[in-house]
């Protein structure tokens, strides 16, 4: 079992930035690829960045390259995910997860464990 606890969420304005953690408890961290997702209202989660278990891979979804990275401190049992140049429409929760694959993957049902979500407002 892995517990995962986000935090660093809030309100920003557009072009603001912001650095989200997520805290993991439970089983090996570095056993796990870990991804950020994020849910919109009326919408359905989506895959936003996910980090290999080393932290020497990355994948992100198109619309946050060049503006959002994410990394992982496996000494620390956390994952961040530091958001720069934010619009409106990055307005969201976002969640982290954890999959206990080799491989790092955008689809939320092949990761194993959620956190709580976190909150990100962006005003305009």
């Known amino acids: 079992q892995v517990r995962l606890v986000e935090s660093g969420g809030g309100l920003v304005q557009a072009g603001g930035s912001l650095r989200l953690s997520c805290a993991a408890s439970g089983r090996t961290f570095s056993s796990y690829a870990m991804g950020w997702f994020r849910q919109a209202p009326g919408k359905e989660r989506e895959f936003v960045a996910a980090?290999?278990?080393?932290?020497?891979?990355?994948y992100y979804e198109d619309s946050v390259k060049g503006r959002f990275a994410i990394s992982r401190d496996n000494t620390r049992n956390t994952v961040y995910l530091q958001m720069n140049s934010l619009k409106p429409e990055d307005t969201a929760v976002y969640y982290c997860?954890?999959?206990?694959?080799?491989?790092?993957?955008?689809?939320?049902?092949?990761?194993?464990?959620w956190g709580q979500g976190t909150q990100v407002t962006v005003s305009s």
């Open positions: 997860a954890a999959d206990g694959s080799t491989m790092i993957r955008r689809t939320p049902g092949a990761y194993d464990y």
């Open positions: 980090v290999s278990r080393s932290g020497g891979r990355t």
